[in-house]
């Protein structure tokens, strides 16, 4: 991963998401067109938290988001999405 030049306005997180699964559990590959997005990843850049929003996100932090979460962005051939703190539903 390139070392990302920018700031994150605040409010908002840039995440990484996780790889799709390319197989099931018991061995069958599941085709790209078949693969549902990763609905988690890591957060890359945070923007400062907003005066009503209670957790505080991190760099490196693990995190849960919602089906239609964030703006998909490319950058430097590596995908991200740009997502708001309050679509953040879980830290791992």
Known sequence: MAKLNGK???GKVLVRPSEAEAKTAGGIYIPDSAQ???LHGTVVLTGVALKD???EVKEGDKVMYGKYAGTE???D???YLL???SDIL???
Do not use: R, S, T
């Open 90 to 92: 879980y830290i791992f």
């Open 53 to 55: 929003q209670n957790v």
């Open 8 to 10: 994150v306005i605040a």
């Open 36 to 38: 549902d997005a990763p």
């Open 77 to 79: 051939g590596e995908k």
């Open 83 to 85: 997502i708001a703190h």
């Open 73 to 75: 962005l490319v950058i």
